[in-house]
């Protein structure tokens, strides 16, 4: 058996009990086998070995006390994956689903997104199975600052610096940044995804959405074709559903569907952007309630139907695991051509095989949702130079960003005889740099 696989299977049975874990590196390991055992070095090293043990694992109790007096305990985590490359960077996630799987398979993805950015950032990932929604702003607030309370000690602005991710926005940060500052005494760019009024970046938000299309229209222009007069169906409905949705719209493209956990969304007409943000990013609502403003779109149950929508180009927005085989096989049917991830693994390993099948031109989340951290990477500098950059330079450097990491990652799979395999590009061109650092810097 080849050096990389055995580490993936002794990874897996020294790690039982973690799904999603295995997942992420399985689809990992695996395109990187051909290159990997091609180079001795790595083996000698025990690169593979280090890259999927987190440098750290921090678990802890997180109590917290509700609007009625009662009092309640979430676990809180912490994973420092790999710092090889720079500081531990990575989002904290609050969900009823959070579970060290989740959080490690998060971390392990980000080690190589992060890399992919081309700015030094090492990957890390956090998070609470505590489910804000239906929570009072207090509460929020209270869940925050207990988290924090532990947290602070483990983070710090050159040695691991938190973010938002599903359930943590500008709001959640804010909280956990003022325990912070309160704790330590001290103004330092220790979170991204700040408000603007105390250190956080113009184009943050939109980040994540708009560097998905920024790498979509390359990719498209690269083959002759673009976005302009397609058809788009968008999973979920936060920040990069909405954001990817908005540059997809600008650039010419037809939005017809959004979802969120319960159901979707069909505007035959296109989505109206301002009521989706009216309904979702003002007044935290739900999804269904875009057909009170919208007389023609139409609501069903159940997100996992937004697939069967015929579409040119699909945008998983949404979260792990929401795009399976079956879906793949009805986009392909579809006439679906080209897929980009915007959530971190939202396509299940056989949606991916089919996809790479049926010459679907198919990028991972690792490429193709970078924008986000990579300006989280801006945010870093800009507070470490005192300075705040303009919506449109920011807007410009991340558009260079995602241009670059394409080129890089289509460049590496011609260079292995896969072209268009941007599986394979991504994962080489990611691990190659992270790799060769931890070469340089010896058994650590
Ligand atoms: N949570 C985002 C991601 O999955 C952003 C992380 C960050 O900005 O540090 O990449």
Redesign the pocket.
């Known amino acids: 058996m080849s050096y990389t696989m055995k580490v993936l299977e002794k990874v897996i049975q020294q790690n039982p009990n973690e799904p999603e874990f295995h997942q992420a590196i399985t689809e990992t390991l695996t395109s990187l086998q051909p290159f990997v055992d091609a180079h001795p070095e790595y083996e000698r090293a025990g690169i593979l070995e280090r890259l999927c043990e987190p440098e750290r694992v921090i678990i802890f109790r997180v109590p917290w006390v509700d609007d009625s007096g009662k009092v309640h305990v979430n676990k809180g985590y912490r994973v420092q994956f790999n710092s090889a490359i720079g500081p531990y960077?990575?989002?904290i996630r609050f969900h009823p689903s959070v579970s060290l799987s989740i959080i490690k398979f998060?971390g392990f993805e980000?080690v190589l997104?992060n890399s992919l950015t081309g700015l030094p950032m090492g990957g890390g990932k956090g998070g609470s199975n505590f489910d804000p929604k239906g929570k009072s702003e207090r509460e929020i607030m209270a869940f925050c600052q207990s988290f924090m309370t532990e947290l602070y000690r483990h983070i710090g602005a050159d040695t691991d610096?938190?973010?938002?991710?599903i359930g943590v926005g500008e709001r959640e940060v804010g909280f956990l940044y003022g325990q912070y500052k309160r704790i330590v005494n001290s103004f330092t760019s220790v979170l991204?995804?700040k408000g603007i009024s105390y250190g956080g970046s113009l184009t943050r938000t939109e980040a994540?959405g708009y560097g998905l299309v920024y790498l979509l229209d390359e990719m498209l222009r690269q083959h002759g074709n673009s976005i302009e007069n397609k058809t788009v169906v968008v999973s979920g409905s936060g920040n990069v559903a909405i954001f990817a949705a908005e540059k997809a719209q600008q650039l010419g493209g037809k939005v017809v569907a959004l979802s969120d956990s319960n159901g979707f969304i069909y505007d035959p007409e296109g989505i109206d952007l301002s009521v989706v943000k009216e309904i979702k990013l003002i007044k935290r609502g739900r999804i269904y309630e875009y057909t009170d403003y919208r007389k023609k779109a139409v609501y069903t149950e159940g997100s996992r139907g937004i697939w069967g929508i015929k579409c040119d180009i699909a945008l998983p927005c949404a979260t792990q695991n929401e795009l399976n085989g079956d879906d793949a096989r009805e986009l392909v049917k579809n006439g679906c051509f080209a897929v980009c991830e915007g959530a971190?693994m939202p396509s299940t390993s056989e949606a991916i095989k089919v996809f790479l099948e049926n010459k679907v031109l198919f990028v991972p989340g690792k490429a193709a949702?970078?924008g986000?951290?990579a300006v989280?990477g801006l945010e870093m500098s800009q507070n470490a130079m005192r300075t705040a950059w303009t919506f449109e330079k920011i807007d410009r450097k991340l558009k260079e960003i995602m241009i670059n990491i394409y080129n890089n990652i289509a460049n590496v799979a011609k260079e292995v005889g896969q072209e268009d395999n941007f599986v394979v590009g991504a994962n080489i061109a990611g691990f190659k740099k992270v790799a060769d650092a931890m070469l340089r810097q010896g058994i650590v």
């Not at 610096?161 to 991710?165: L, S, T």
């Open positions: 960077k990575g989002g998060l980000q997104k610096v938190p973010a938002g991710d991204t995804g994540t971190n949702n970078a986000g951290v989280s």
